[in-house]
């Protein structure tokens, strides 16, 4: 049988070149580079996982069957998406993107598949907003008090570089994870966001959006590569500020 590349793997070439391209500015602040692949590598290995679980809770094991549920990371590693793509944008200083080995879903096994396929595929984010909500939770509760402002300020005014190695993996944990968790939201396909538009459009629609779906990677491909207008500054940017301030409160 045929196998196809997973279409976040054609963003996964671009980002590539793009990092690549950058990867000789890249050696500046080295421990903060190893710290966002570590943090990039566990948060979208659990975003696929939270997928396969929600799904099993909807009544489709295809996932635990295939041996994926599990923490166990190399069930879930991507070549591309999960090793060389984030390792060389967090070379680049280009940000935090990967993916792992999408979790395999058959809705027809589910009890009502059109509402439950929106929940299994919206839990990808929200296990990232969780991680980053966890962030904030450690920096104010686990860490002495008034950690979290301070982590705000020296951001704000230092870098994040400023920062020690613990406080420094925590806001690298929030702030990767809201990224993650926006790009995702996105409501393109195969982004999980797209999910939303399935759902509320007319069963005598599907037809049409599963074939805009075969077209629709290119078009994230360019808005992924050539970002026309800043748009993803637009789209990370309020919810990155948010969470930052959140540290300040």
């Keep these: 049988m045929k196998r196809f590349v997973h279409p976040q793997a054609w963003v996964a070439i671009g980002l590539i070149v793009i990092a690549l391209y950058g990867v000789r500015h890249s050696f500046r602040d080295f421990s903060t580079t190893i710290l966002v692949f570590a943090v990039v590598v566990p948060s979208i290995i ?20 295939a041996g994926r549920l599990t923490l166990n990371p190399v069930r879930h ?5 999960t090793l060389i793509l984030p390792g060389l944008l967090a070379l680049a200083g280009l940000g935090a993107f990967g993916y792992a080995k999408p979790v395999p879903i058959n809705p027809a096994r589910m009890r009502h598949p059109r509402n439950d396929l929106l929940v299994v595929s919206l839990a990808g984010p929200a296990t ?3 991680i980053a909500g966890l962030s904030i939770f450690l920096l104010r509760v686990a860490r002495p008090s008034g950690t979290a402002r301070l982590v705000y300020v020296v951001v704000s005014t230092l870098g994040v570089g400023s920062l020690d190695l613990t406080d420094r993996l925590l806001y690298l944990l ?16 195969p982004l999980d966001g797209s999910a939303v538009v399935a759902r509320l459009l007319p069963r005598s629609a599907m037809p049409a959006w599963y074939s805009f779906q075969r077209y629709a990677m290119l078009g994230l491909l360019v808005l992924v590569l050539l970002d026309p207008g800043q748009f993803l500054a637009h789209v990370f940017g309020p919810a990155q500020r948010t969470w930052a301030r959140l540290l300040a409160k």
């Excluded at 939270?50 to 799904?55: E, K, L, N, P, Y």
């Excluded at 590693?77 to 998406?81: F, L, N, Q, S």
């Design 77 to 81: 590693v991507d070549p591309i998406g």
């Design 174 to 189: 929030g702030f990767v994870n809201v990224t993650l968790a926006v790009f995702n939201a996105l409501p393109i396909p």
């Design 128 to 130: 990232n907003l969780a």
């Design 46 to 65: 659990l975003h696929e996982l939270a997928h396969g679980v929600s799904a099993l809770a909807f009544g489709d094991d295809t996932a635990r069957k």
